[in-house]
């Protein structure tokens, strides 16, 4: 039996911030294909940035990563077709649509047929439970409706 690959695979990877604030240093890791994963750890421990990094929204200062094979620096926009986070504090969610409006602009960024748009809008909306809520504005979700929404969005 072979080895398996790793989908993601990150060797000694680095990222400081202004003010030389160190989120990510040396990190080493290896995600098998259909593995799930997670990281525990205090606030400020860099977990945030961690994840922003493998989805390529923040550039590391050092080290390789890749994701099922694809640098996210050098092929970064190749990298956003595999993988999407779902982060709780992030804020690309369109307040003012509503759900619908929001699926399906990401929809269309995303490159989707046009003819796939509007059938896979209301699919992923009605995997995670919001297509009752469709019409309704994301300003008015819960923070509970708004994770679903993310998660939706990372179907697509």
Do not use: C
């Not at 989908?7 to 030389?20: D, M, Q, S, W």
């Not at 040396?26 to 977990?47: H, W, Y």
């Amino acid at each position: 039996m072979s080895e398996p690959t790793a989908a993601i695979e990150a060797r000694a990877l680095e990222r400081t911030f202004k003010g030389g604030v160190e989120a990510v240093r040396g990190i080493d890791l290896d995600v098998a294909g259909g593995e799930v994963f997670g990281f525990l750890g205090p606030n400020g421990a860099g977990k945030t940035t961690l994840f922003k990094t493998l989805a390529t929204l923040v550039i590391p200062d050092s080290g390789q990563v890749t994701i099922e094979g694809l640098d996210i620096v050098t092929q970064d926009e190749a990298v956003r077709r595999v993988i999407t986070p779902v982060i709780a504090d992030e804020r690309s969610l369109r307040w003012r649509l509503t759900a619908y409006e929001n699926i399906r602009l990401f929809a269309v960024l995303y490159g989707l047929e046009p003819g796939a748009v509007e059938s896979r809008t209301w699919e992923v909306l009605e995997t995670v439970g919001l297509a009752d809520t469709g019409r309704k504005l994301v300003g008015e979700f819960s923070s509970g409706m708004k994770h679903r929404l993310m998660i939706a969005r990372a179907l697509l």
